[in-house]
């Protein structure tokens, strides 16, 4: 069975930072390629973050480019995603996907976490 467990949201400042975790288990995280998506209110989920499951290839949404890291660890069967310099339009809640294809404009993936909610306060 497979299972994603996000932690590390929460509410923070605008201009601070935040790093959510994602374990994963039951699924052969080395071949994996991985994402992080997040539905603001009253919005569709979006892709913010990928990366492949080597970790040779990322991408980035427009809006989180240049602020938000991820990065995979093989031996933990973990994902991270380092969000800096957040700002109100970041608030959304985010979810860790894995085994992930297609184009970034149609990222599709096979499981998903439960979701972890960032608030960002002005």
């Known amino acids: 069975q497979v299972q994603l467990v996000e932690s590390g949201g929460g509410l923070v400042q605008a201009g601070g930072s935040l790093t959510l975790s994602c374990a994963a288990s039951g699924l052969t995280f080395s071949r994996s390629a991985m994402g992080w998506f997040r539905q603001a209110p009253g919005k569709e989920r979006q892709l913010a973050v990928a990366i492949s499951w080597s970790g040779s290839t990322t991408y980035y949404a427009d809006s989180v480019k240049g602020r938000f890291t991820i990065a995979r660890d093989v031996a933990k069967t973990t994902v991270y995603l380092q969000m800096n310099s957040l700002n109100t339009e970041d608030t959304a809640v985010y979810y860790c996907?894995?085994?992930?294809?297609?184009?970034?404009?149609?990222?599709?993936?096979?499981?998903w976490g439960q979701g972890t909610q960032v608030t960002v306060s002005s």
């Open positions: 996907a894995a085994d992930c294809r297609g184009s970034y404009m149609d990222y599709r993936c096979d499981y």
